[in-house]
């Protein structure tokens, strides 16, 4: 993933990688170490991100155009799971409106 990744993103791509924070199958640690080991530099720290001023998870950017996201209480299927929360997150980055 990684060099397929960093081929997109070298070329000016957006890139929003998410995972719920209780995935069983593929854990956010595992997401979070892959887009970190891209070697990007820190833009936007590691800090949460809120739905009517609750904290819907974290998110991470780096340059790159590269962004990694959390949504607290997810599994798998992150839309099952959280339909608003994610709803909110990709109209967020569709419309390239900082969370």
Known sequence: MIKYHR???????RALIFSGDHDMCVPYTGSQAWTRAMGYNIVDEWRPWFVDDQV??????????LTFLTIKGAGHTVPEYKPKESLYFY?????????
């Open 91 to 99: 109209q967020h980055f569709l419309n390239e409106i900082t969370l």
């Open 7 to 13: 081929n997109l993103t070298s070329k000016g791509y």
């Open 56 to 65: 819907a998870g974290f998110t991470i950017g780096y340059d790159k155009n």
